[in-house]
């Protein structure tokens, strides 16, 4: 078992929609979540940075994290085209290294 | 936006070259770190470094070496490259848990 895992997508969307993108993981010992966007032929760039259970909003974008159900969300509310990219969920323990899931394609349709 | 740069950008090459991938940060980041990344996969860690003259490997097995002589220099050498090697690799260099990716090297054996 994969221990991040993702829905590939690809996900399409209109513009304005708000989009959810989820992930879920099996390491109870993880703390610390990332939500990362890639666009094409482009390096990943961090967008938001959580520790443990709860909320964090910056702008249009809100992570969500669930430790109960180790579930992961990253919710984009009036979705541009320019949103249009993959986002990598991402997850740490404490004293171990950055574990990446496989990346969910998005596409907002003007 | 963070200062890390790759070259080159696409490779091409024949089977049994040897090839160095260039890494290079501006930012005076101690960890870096070498991923491979294929179509629709997770990340996958090859190498890192916490430091000048330290390099360890990681998760995923790999036939390439890196080296750490300067801060701001992390090259990535495969000695004699094949088919199975292509693929995206991904430089990054962090402080703390926040990653700063490079753009990547697409590389293609023939």
């Known amino acids: 078992q994969k221990e991040v895992e993702q829905d590939p997508g690809p996900l399409s969307v209109p513009e304005g929609a708000i989009v959810s993108l989820n992930c879920t993981y099996s390491?109870?010992?993880?703390?610390?979540f990332m939500w990362y966007r890639q666009y094409s032929r482009k390096g990943p760039e961090l967008l938001m940075y959580t520790y443990s259970s709860g909320n964090k909003e910056d702008g249009r974008f809100t992570a969500q994290v669930d430790k109960s159900s180790k579930y992961i969300s990253l919710f984009i509310r009036d979705s541009q085209p320019s949103d249009s990219a993959t986002y990598l969920c991402?997850?740490?323990?404490?004293?171990?290294?950055?574990?990446f899931g496989p990346g969910t394609s998005l596409s907002v349709i003007p | 936006e963070a200062d890390i740069y790759q070259t080159p950008r696409y490779l091409v090459i024949g089977t049994g070259k040897k090839i160095t991938l260039e890494c290079s940060q501006t930012?005076?980041?101690?960890?870096m770190y070498w991923y491979q990344q294929d179509p629709g996969m997770e990340l996958h860690l090859i190498h890192y470094s916490y430091g000048v003259n330290s390099t360890e490997k990681g998760d995923l097995s790999s036939e390439s070496t890196v080296s750490r002589i300067r801060t701001e220099h992390f090259p990535l050498t495969l000695e004699s490259a094949r088919p199975s090697h292509t693929s995206q690799y991904l430089c990054?260099?962090?402080?703390?848990?926040?990653?700063?990716f490079g753009p990547g090297t697409r590389l293609t054996v023939l």
């Open positions: 990054a260099s962090a402080v703390g848990d926040t990653q700063y």
């Open positions: 991402a997850a740490k323990t404490s004293y171990d290294k950055v574990i």
């Open positions: 930012m005076g980041h101690d960890k």
């Open positions: 390491n109870s010992a993880f703390q610390y």
